[in-house]
């Protein structure tokens, strides 16, 4: 692996702000920039979390953060577009999400999960702001919803992609970005390299998704955004390229669809 301080890397999704890192957060911050992590987006899941992702994004001029609701959280009331966008209004803030369909888990009805998802979409719309879309055994749906929404008038992401090639096909033909998390680093996961080796170099982002999914070599513990390396040197490695043309493409990937 190339010296990883000639690198730099965008972690495009992480949860910098999850109580997983509130007894050692300065140290993670000092591996990111070890290993060559100059940038990455912290992304919501609720909007109690949001004072948190506002005071490290005006903390660190190298985190921005995102708005929005998960699809599994569970809230008395849904976010409206009006919503969505005033909480969104400060510098940091560069994308609307996570949301999106999860069948996964279930913990939030399917029509609950749709409607807050076009909600999303609607307000990135009137944003301008990209969507970071999770999508978990829900292909069909998301993709649905995404051409219904016309999710190319504002433009997304497929996060932490776990998905088959015509999935992909269909959010790339919308404009959107796919990115790829650590199980794309895990021995059994064939088939999501074969994906990955064909998404095309210009629409690829590359993420942890930590606390969660942390790659091999550190599978089954707690993820960081240093480990981000990793799934840039698996993504380089099917696509025949350097660590540093993937480190290269990637970073101006982020830059491109956060606006930075
Ligand atoms: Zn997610
Ligand atoms: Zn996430």
């Given at each position: 692996?190339?010296?990883?301080?000639?690198?730099?890397?965008?972690?495009?999704?992480?949860?910098?702000?999850?109580?997983?890192?509130?007894?050692?957060?300065?140290?993670?911050?000092?591996?990111?920039?070890?290993?060559?992590?100059?940038?990455?987006?912290?992304?919501?899941?609720?909007?109690?979390?949001?004072?948190?992702?506002?005071?490290?994004?005006?903390?660190?001029?190298?985190?921005?953060?995102?708005?929005?609701?998960?699809?599994?959280?569970?809230?008395?009331?849904?976010?409206?577009?009006?919503?969505?966008?005033?909480?969104?209004?400060?510098?940091?803030?560069?994308?609307?999400?996570?949301?999106?369909?999860?069948f996964f888990r279930h913990r939030v009805d399917p029509a609950l999960q749709e409607r807050r998802f076009r909600t999303h979409i609607q307000a990135a719309q009137q944003l301008g702001k990209?969507?970071?879309?999770?999508?978990?055994?829900?292909?069909?749906?998301?993709?649905?919803?995404?051409?219904?929404?016309?999710?190319?008038?504002?433009?997304?992401?497929?996060?932490?992609?776990?998905?088959?090639?015509?999935?992909?096909?269909?959010?790339?033909?919308?404009?959107?970005?796919?990115?790829?998390?650590?199980?794309?680093?895990?021995?059994?996961?064939?088939?999501?390299?074969?994906?990955?080796?064909?998404?095309?170099?210009?629409?690829?982002?590359?993420?942890?998704?930590?606390?969660?999914?942390?790659?091999?070599?550190?599978?089954?513990?707690?993820?960081?955004?240093?480990?981000?390396?990793?799934?840039?040197?698996?993504?380089?490695?099917?696509?025949?390229?350097?660590?540093?043309?993937?480190?290269?493409?990637?970073?101006?990937?982020?830059?491109?669809?956060?606006?930075?």
């Amino acid at each position: 692996m190339a010296n990883n301080r000639e690198l730099s890397l965008f972690d495009s999704h992480c949860h910098l702000d999850f109580e997983y890192f509130d007894d050692d957060r300065g140290e993670v911050f000092a591996r990111m920039q070890e290993e060559g992590v100059d940038r990455c987006v912290s992304v919501a899941v609720d909007f109690e979390h949001l004072p948190r992702l506002q005071a490290l994004a005006e903390q660190h001029d190298n985190v921005w953060f995102s708005v929005g609701i998960h699809p599994n959280h569970e809230v008395d009331e849904e976010p409206t577009v009006e919503q969505l966008c005033t909480l969104s209004d400060h510098p940091g803030c560069v994308a609307i999400g996570e949301t999106g369909m999860d069948f996964f888990r279930h913990r939030v009805d399917p029509a609950l999960q749709e409607r807050r998802f076009r909600t999303h979409i609607q307000a990135a719309q009137q944003l301008g702001k990209p969507v970071i879309v999770h999508n978990r055994d829900a292909d069909s749906e998301s993709i649905r919803i995404l051409t219904e929404e016309e999710i190319g008038k504002c433009g997304g992401i497929m996060h932490c992609f776990s998905a088959d090639w015509d999935t992909a096909k269909a959010a790339l033909d919308m404009g959107m970005y796919i990115s790829f998390s650590g199980n794309v680093t895990f021995k059994n996961n064939q088939q999501l390299r074969d994906v990955a080796a064909k998404v095309p170099e210009d629409r690829i982002l590359i993420e942890t998704d930590a606390p969660f999914l942390a790659p091999v070599p550190h599978r089954g513990r707690r993820n960081e955004p240093a480990y981000v390396k990793h799934v840039a040197q698996c993504i380089a490695d099917v696509k025949g390229l350097s660590i540093r043309e993937m480190a290269e493409t990637s970073t101006n990937n982020a830059l491109k669809v956060f606006g930075i």
